[in-house]
């Protein structure tokens, strides 16, 4: 019914920048929120970054200031741009959408996609 697909993962240098995209697609009615999850190896899955229809993202304190999350809305896609990117910023990146689906009324549904990975290594 929903698909939700992530691209943009790569091996990448200290110092250096990625661009994540996320797509939601299928018999979707509205999308309230897109998020950006992480996991590591060894640790458990964190947010990253989150957005709120018509509301201010919000950031894990480890990626403020370097990462930022947008969205488009015609297009159901949600971006993390990643920045001065650190070795412990390593990880599978997970992307969620909250969402209506079309004639199941205002209900929310979470799915997510089936993740990218980011490697910061010199």
């Known amino acids: 019914q929903v698909q939700v697909v992530e691209s943009g993962g790569d091996l990448v240098q200290p110092g250096g920048s990625l661009r994540l995209s996320c797509a939601a697609s299928?018999?979707?009615?509205?999308?309230?929120?897109m998020g950006w999850y992480r996991e590591a190896p060894g640790k458990q899955r964190e947010l990253v970054a989150r957005?709120?229809?018509?509301?201010?993202?919000n950031y894990a304190d480890s990626v403020k200031g370097r990462f930022t999350i947008s969205r488009d809305n015609a297009k159901n896609t949600v971006y993390l741009q990643m920045n001065s990117l650190k070795p412990e910023d390593t990880a599978v990146y997970y992307c969620?959408?909250?969402?209506?689906?079309?004639?199941?009324?205002?209900?929310?549904?979470?799915?997510w996609g089936q993740g990218t990975r980011v490697t910061v290594s010199a």
């Open positions: 969620n959408a909250d969402l209506a689906l079309v004639g199941r009324g205002p209900n929310q549904y979470r799915y």
């Open positions: 299928g018999s979707i009615f509205s999308i309230s929120a």
């Open positions: 957005i709120i229809s018509g509301g201010t993202p």
